[in-house]
């Protein structure tokens, strides 16, 4: 790949639409209403004597880790100014939890990556320098090129809390195979929910699969794709954004519906449910996509990568790799985005905390973002980004990478797409899936619902009264 | 048992002991005892097989249906990916290094309480026996945070020493030997009495050889525990330079599909140190076996 | 750590060897532990007697709520406390008992003179050369709905075998028994090595059959043994905590919700120091009071050589 070119292309792409794309995104270049921000001490960099080494905390997988750290090396390599370390601390949870100790005893990174839904636990750590700071001391005027709403996530009263970076969202991922065995029109799969039950039921009347036609994998993050795709928040205050959330809000049209519906294909064998929180459960529904147990299942757009690397490989020869939305109840909402972001930290020196700013720009370029991307299969958080040849490349290649990118920039940008914020989301995660699971054992669906919406709500209270 | 000093301070060979073969039983019997044993050592054995083989099958062999019982063309390059990709090289000499540490500590230290336990009187002892109970029933994960800052402020951050300290002692080590201890007869203690052995003598000299096994098993025990360890190395260590081995393990978990067989690779090269040292450790208990059988 | 003894006076055999009394030398025996302990448990567990009266913030540096007993009560008063203490007594009935009648009959049966019977010890005791997480890696996949060997042979309940609320308590309970099996074995070997070869050959001549030796002679022997095992079994079920973060994270629906997974969850997931503390000396007391019943009961009954 012949980088220079790419960057300039990059870099003049970039301007001529983050100029156009200015007007549209006029809440996130505001000032923050927030007085209390701490500043962003760009200047200290340049004071600095000597390199200024500073640390960023992942917890990426192998294949991912090689991806960020060949970004890492070009940054190191194209200035001496500023040295990055990685270093990978295994999980988000581990990383958070080491993160929170370091709290006590001082050993902290100048740069962490914490999964989307950490956000209020990070604002609530207080020690989080926003990079609005950053943005609106060094007058950053790149965010017009960023998908928005990748940034509306991270944006909480005005204020940018995090840098997205591997940005990620749920797709529907079906063996074209075996629809045609059942009859079905492999290009045209299931657009809502009770589409995915009709094919559902061709596919094991058919025979097509063997155990179910659907693997449901009972991940939180798909029932708030459906409420905000039909314009309702998964909490309550703007989505946790206008105020701090206190309530869950799943006792909706869309949350019943979710709900009756799991329930529907769960007893009516058409699905086979899979508890997301079980760890050693995480890929068993694409496995069964392999084996024909199974033939349809909503899973991170991450795993395209991995999935489409072992259909080429040969492996499966009945099985044809079909990507479509993730379906849902229809409505003129949109998509949020999973994945995670990159946080500085009050507590870093100024040179550090300048010299980390600088190089979440760098990961944020359009080349950077298109580098990532091809080889990780994440989303690019660049409007200009997907321009570049290395993701038109594969997009040609593996149309479905397109599918992911696309869901993030469709449908209406508001507090119900812009996605929840909320303490103790793992807390949350466990009431809805307790739920969902005593449903599967034949609870009825507005009894589980309402279940969830209780103890969900409680556990926001418990951890709100914490924080006071 | 009146056996003189000499021949309890060196507990060798010992010839004339237990049963003898018995000719008398018919084959029909000899053939039913090898049955039995080999179905119990096949169902105890048959999960690490399966994840040897799982190591060496392509990933989506892993998951085929009927299973792959034998790798037919085994795929050895899973070994040199979870090699590099775990870290192993200098992880696993972090660990041997934490783990011997730990396992020299908890020895002496279980040696000593276990031998007061038993052999000594003082005040308060059944207390402090009960103090070292209670030491095991407070998870380790309990004090975490805590023992955590203490190794900051006691400068041991991102040390070897760090990585060791808080296991150097355990209440199981003191219990065990003390167990072991009391096993051991009067007579020897009286006898060794009467020959000028004071208790230092006499620990080192009788205590210690009778109690191999025990302290064999004990050692095991620890190195167990002291290898297997992840959270507080993680929470202990700047980067990898200190990391040890289930670290690495752990940066093998993968959510991809391809990596499964390199995940298992990862968990053989793991258990292969300890494979090792139980073959080795084995001789010891069986050498124990005599040892332990002193007569008159 | 030891060196101080070896320059005592007790070391030295001759008239002044008893220059160190033997409760001096007991309490120097034990100062080297009783420092560690100190320091990385007592003094850190110490510290949730305070945590227990505050609420606390999920950060370091928040303020905290001096609320008095009643965190105390509110947690310990909850459904949720006594769901995952009856959990944990069930698990340990389920894995202890099991766990060392497994070992010792392994013992006894790897104890005969037979050839190449040195094989079948090293096969019994490999599964102390797994941990924790390796033994759960392996349950983990052999009980996988879609690539396992478990419902592959037609065990297969649905929702899958550690997805299902009535099969993940004893299928976690199933790993815990065979990844202990080595060390429960080789812990009875030891203890059975101790048996004088005597005694049971004696017994044998006296015409007792191998079932009355083994309960008669061979038990009673491995008392003290048998006594540890069930008294650290009995703590370390109580500590459960690996196995159950890798193979059902306390799910489904709480039935794998044991006692220390409940504290680790509370501090590692929830950010909860104050609830933690008020479920450590909870389980700190229990533990307590189920080994000194065991020390009472039990230990009577102990058949010690001395």
């Not at chain 2, 020493?161 to 167990?179: D, H, M, S, V, W």
């Amino acid at each position: 790949m012949p980088r220079p070119s790419v960057r300039t292309l990059a870099a003049v792409a970039g301007t001529a639409l983050a100029l156009a794309a200015l007007p549209a995104a006029p809440a996130l270049a505001a000032v923050p209403r927030a007085a209390s921000v701490p500043p962003c001490p760009l200047s200290a960099l340049s004071k600095a004597k000597g390199t200024v080494n500073i640390t960023l905390w992942h917890q990426f997988p192998r294949a991912n880790e090689q991806a960020i750290q060949a970004l890492t090396n070009q940054f190191n390599a194209s200035q001496s100014k500023i040295h990055v370390s990685l270093v990978n601390q295994t999980t988000y949870q581990d990383l958070f939890n080491k993160y929170v100790a370091g709290l006590s005893t001082g050993d902290l990174p100048d740069v962490v990556q914490i999964e989307d839904e950490g956000l209020q636990q990070m604002i609530d750590t207080r020690s989080v320098l926003p990079v609005q700071s950053c943005v609106n001391a060094d007058h950053y005027g790149e965010l017009g090129d960023f998908v928005e709403r990748d940034l509306r996530y991270y944006t909480v009263k005005g204020v940018l809390w995090a840098m997205p970076f591997n940005v990620s969202a749920p797709v529907f991922y079906y063996n074209t195979k075996a629809f045609t065995k059942a009859g079905l029109d492999p290009s045209s799969p299931p657009k809502t929910l009770d589409q995915v039950k009709a094919d559902a039921e061709k596919l094991k009347s058919s025979g097509a699969v063997t155990q179910a036609g659907f693997g449901l994998k009972n991940d939180p993050w798909y029932l708030q794709q459906w409420l905000a795709k039909t314009n309702f928040t998964f909490v309550n205050n703007g989505n946790g954004r206008n105020g701090r959330a206190t309530k869950t809000t799943l006792q909706n049209a869309t949350g019943l519906q979710a709900f009756q519906w799991m329930s529907d294909m769960v007893s009516g064998g058409l699905a086979v449910p899979n508890d997301y929180l079980n760890p050693s459960s995480a890929v068993n529904n694409l496995i069964g996509i392999g084996n024909g147990n199974l033939a349809m299942t909503i899973d991170t757009s991450a795993a395209l990568g991995t999935i489409s690397q072992l259909l080429a490989s040969g492996a499966y020869p009945n099985v044809g790799l079909g990507v479509s939305p993730i379906p849902s109840p229809p409505g003129s909402g949109g998509f949020r985005v999973g994945g995670a972001g990159l946080y500085l930290s009050t507590k870093s020196s100024p040179e550090k905390q300048a010299a980390a700013w600088q190089f979440l720009k760098f990961l944020d370029s359009p080349a950077s973002q298109a580098q990532f991307a091809a080889a990780t299969g994440y989303i690019p958080n660049r409007k200009s980004s997907v321009t570049l040849s290395a993701i038109q490349d594969l997009w040609a290649r593996i149309p479905g990478y397109k599918v992911a990118y696309d869901e993030l920039t469709s449908g209406a940008d508001n507090l119900a797409s812009a996605g929840p914020v909320f303490g103790d989301y793992i807390g949350v995660r466990e009431a809805i899936t307790a739920a969902e699971g005593k449903m599967f054992n034949g609870e009825k669906p507005a009894a589980a619902l309402a279940e969830a919406q209780s103890k969900a709500s409680a556990t926001l209270a418990a951890y709100n009264a914490r924080v006071r | 048992m009146t056996a003189g000093a000499p021949s309890i301070a060196v507990p060798g060979p010992a010839p004339a002991i237990v049963t003898r073969p018995r000719r008398s039983r018919p084959g029909l019997r000899l053939v039913g005892r090898y049955l039995l044993l080999s179905v119990l050592a096949l169902v105890v054995i048959f999960p690490i097989y399966i994840t040897v083989v799982n190591s060496l099958l392509p990933a989506p062999q892993i998951a085929a249906r009927p299973p792959k019982f034998f790798p037919s063309s085994p795929i050895w390059s899973t070994y040199d990916k979870a090699w590099s990709n775990g870290h192993f090289g200098h992880y696993l000499f972090n660990s041997a290094v934490v783990t011997t540490i730990i396992v020299v500590g908890q020895l002496l230290t279980a040696i000593l309480a276990g031998y007061a336990f038993a052999f000594l009187k003082f005040p308060f002892k059944r207390t402090l026996f009960v103090i070292f109970l209670a030491t095991l029933m407070i998870p380790f994960e309990v004090t975490i945070v805590q023992n955590l800052t203490t190794v900051v402020d006691l400068g041991l951050y991102d040390t070897y020493a760090g990585l060791a300290l808080p296991f150097l002692a355990t209440g199981f080590g003191a219990f065990l030997l003390r167990q072991a201890f009391l096993g051991i007869p009067r007579d020897l203690e009286d006898a060794a009495a009467l020959d000028g052995y004071g208790h230092w003598r006499f620990l080192w000299r009788v205590a210690v050889p009778l109690a191999r096994p025990a302290i064999g098993a004990l050692g095991v025990f620890a190195f167990l525990t002291a290898w297997n360890q992840y959270l507080w190395p993680l929470l202990v260590t700047k980067d990898d330079r200190l990391r040890t081995v289930q670290i690495g393990l752990r940066q093998l978990r993968s959510a991809s599909i391809e990596q499964v067989n390199v995940t298992f690779a990862g968990v053989v090269i793991a258990v292969i140190p300890l494979a090792i040292l139980l073959i080795v450790f084995q001789k010891q208990l069986i050498r124990g076996l005599t040892a332990g059988a002193i007569k008159g | 750590m030891t060196a101080p003894p070896t320059t005592d006076a007790p070391v030295t055999p001759g008239p002044r060897r008893r220059r160190l009394p033997d409760w001096g030398l007991g309490y120097l025996f034990l100062l080297p532990a009783l420092v560690i302990f100190g320091v990385f448990i007592f003094f850190p567990f110490a510290k949730n007697f305070e945590l227990a009266l505050y609420r606390s913030p999920p950060f370091p540096g928040l303020p905290r709520t001096y609320v008095g007993f009643r965190q105390i009560t509110d947690v310990l008063g909850s459904g949720d406390f006594r769901h995952s203490l009856w959990t944990t007594v069930l698990f340990g009935l389920l894995t202890v008992p099991t766990g060392i009648a497994l070992g010792l009959v392994l013992a006894v049966l790897a104890n005969q003179r037979l050839r190449g019977v040195a094989i079948y010890r090293t096969i019994f005791a490999s599964t102390v050369a797994t941990s924790v997480a390796v033994a759960s890696v392996i349950f983990g996949t052999l009980m996988n709905p879609q690539v396992g060997l478990l419902p592959w042979v037609g065990i297969n309940p649905s929702p899958a075998i550690l997805d299902n609320p009535s099969w993940a308590l004893p299928a976690v309970a199933i790993a815990t028994v065979w990844q202990n099996l080595g060390l429960s074995f080789i812990l009875m070997s030891a203890g059975l090595q101790a048996v004088p070869g005597d005694v049971l050959e004696a017994a044998e001549i006296d015409g007792a059959g191998p079932v009355t030796r083994f309960w008669r002679v061979t038990v009673p022997l491995l008392s003290p043994t048998i006594f540890f095992a069930v008294v650290v079994g009995s703590i370390f079920a109580f500590q459960t905590f690996g196995q159950i973060d890798l193979l059902t994270r306390g799910g489904p629906q709480n039935k794998t919700n044991v006692l220390t997974y409940f504290i680790v969850t509370q501090l590692r997931e929830h950010q909860n120091p104050g609830t933690a503390a008020v479920l450590s000396i909870a389980l700190f007391l229990i533990t307590l009071l189920l080994t000194l019943a065991q020390l009472r009961l039990l230990e009577r009954r102990v058949h010690y050589a001395r």
